[in-house]
Every structure is written in C-alpha cells, then in structure tokens.
C-alpha cells in the first residue's frame, strides 16, 4: 500500500523563480492538504484540495497556488520566490476532507537563494 | 482558536515511560486533542486523537484531565524510534475538515536514550 509520496525531494531555486511540487495521495485517498514548515517550526496550513477544486486555505499570499487532477495527485505551485520561501513543504492526504486523520509525506525541501 | 503549551524537550530512558504533557487551558468544549509526532527528516505521523475520556491505540494513550485544560501523551514503554518531535494540536469537533484552525505550534523534542 503506497504511502504518501512528494517530489522532488531537494530543489535549490533563485529568487524570482517559480516552483512547482508534486505530491500523490496514499492509495484510496481524495483529499490533498499543503503545509509549509520552517526550520525549527511547526507546520503551517497553507490549502486543501478536494474534487479538483481549493476548499480552504491558510494564511499565505497568492502566490501560492494548486491543482488536483482526476487522479487525486496534486501540484503546489509558488511564483517570484522569496528568500523566506525556504522551507520544507509537506503534502498530506485524507480519505475526505473531513477527517481528522492525516497522513503526511516526506516533504520537499526548497531553498531560495 | 485554543492553542497548546508544551516544553520544548524531554528526555526518557529506553524502555521507560515516556509521558509528554500538553497544556490547552483555553481548549472549548467541542474541541480534539490531537498528537502528531515528526521524526527528524520525515513528514509528521498521526498518534492519537481524543475529546474527554482516555484513548488507547496501539502506539501510545492520551490521557485527558477533567477540565481538559491539559493532556499527557503516554509512550508506554519508549524505544530510540521513538525519538521525534511530539505535536499537541487542538481543532473544533464539529468542523473536522477545516485545516486552517489546526496551530501547531514548537512541539517536544523527545530524546529515548539507550
């Protein structure tokens, strides 16, 4: 049973740059949530994905935005980066976007320089 | 939204008891105590979840004091995988999905030392 999985793991990027991160569900999962987490932080909301459309988001400007597509996978993507982009990027799935339980992947780690 | 105070860093024997505890003095009737916890390097792991009365999964038991201003997370018997950063978070019960109301704040940094 696949678990969450994200790509790519590292990626160094200049600022001004635009990203974009690939997280799949765990196998039999709809929903999709973003996080950001700061070095020694914990994580932060920043959307949920649910039938291919954004149900709720956190905090963070629109510069970051995201997709799903009909295979539950998700796309975060971030425009004219900013140093304070630095961070590890978590993608969680859920089976529905109302439960309480999440199951997390291993993050991508981006770097603004 | 209630948020949690937990101490920055624990240590624990292996094979000892590891008992986290969570303050959310301000925690509203409707709210979870949830436990993640986050392995250097890796994403956070659910533990246990639970409203009023105590819970017991096959990884660890959340303990809930009456008034639910605090919380023990309880690692029965602590080996070095245990070694983590344990998350205390609290979210409305009746609005499970909303994501934006979850703060998680610095967490416990457990050390299980042989």
């Known amino acids: 049973d696949a678990g969450v999985t994200q790509s790519p793991t590292h990626l160094i990027k200049t600022r001004g740059q635009q990203v974009t991160l690939r997280c799949s569900p765990k196998?039999?999962?709809?929903?999709v949530s973003w996080y950001q987490q700061a070095l020694g932080q914990g994580p932060q909301f920043i959307f949920q994905?649910?039938?291919?459309?954004?149900?709720q988001r956190g905090n963070f400007p629109d510069r970051f935005s995201g997709h799903q597509f009909p295979n539950y996978s998700s796309e975060l993507n971030v425009n004219a980066l900013l140093l304070g982009d630095s961070a590890l990027y978590l993608c969680?799935?859920?089976?529905?976007?109302?439960?309480?339980?999440?199951?997390f992947g291993p993050g991508t780690r981006l770097t603004v320089t | 939204d209630a948020k949690t105070t937990q101490p920055p860093s624990m240590d624990c024997a292996e094979g000892r008891a590891a008992n986290l505890p969570c303050n959310h003095s301000?925690?509203?009737?409707?709210?979870?105590v949830y436990w993640y916890r986050q392995i250097h390097s890796q994403g956070p792991q659910y533990i246990i979840h639970?409203?009023?009365?105590?819970e017991t999964n096959e990884m660890a038991s959340l303990i809930i004091t009456e008034d639910r201003k605090s919380s023990t997370l309880i690692l029965p018997h602590a080996t070095l995988r245990d070694t983590a950063v344990y998350y205390c978070?609290?979210?409305?019960?009746?609005?499970?999905?909303?994501?934006?109301?979850?703060?998680w704040g610095l967490g416990t940094s457990l050390a299980v030392n042989p």
């Open positions: 196998s039999g999962h709809d929903t």
């Open positions: 978070i609290v979210r409305p019960a009746g609005d499970a999905g909303n994501n934006r109301k979850l703060i």
């Open positions: 969680a799935s859920s089976l529905g976007p109302d439960k309480y339980e999440q199951y």
């Open positions: 994905y649910y039938e291919e459309e954004e149900r």
């Open positions: 301000t925690i509203s009737g409707n709210e979870y």
């Open positions: 639970g409203l009023k009365n105590n």
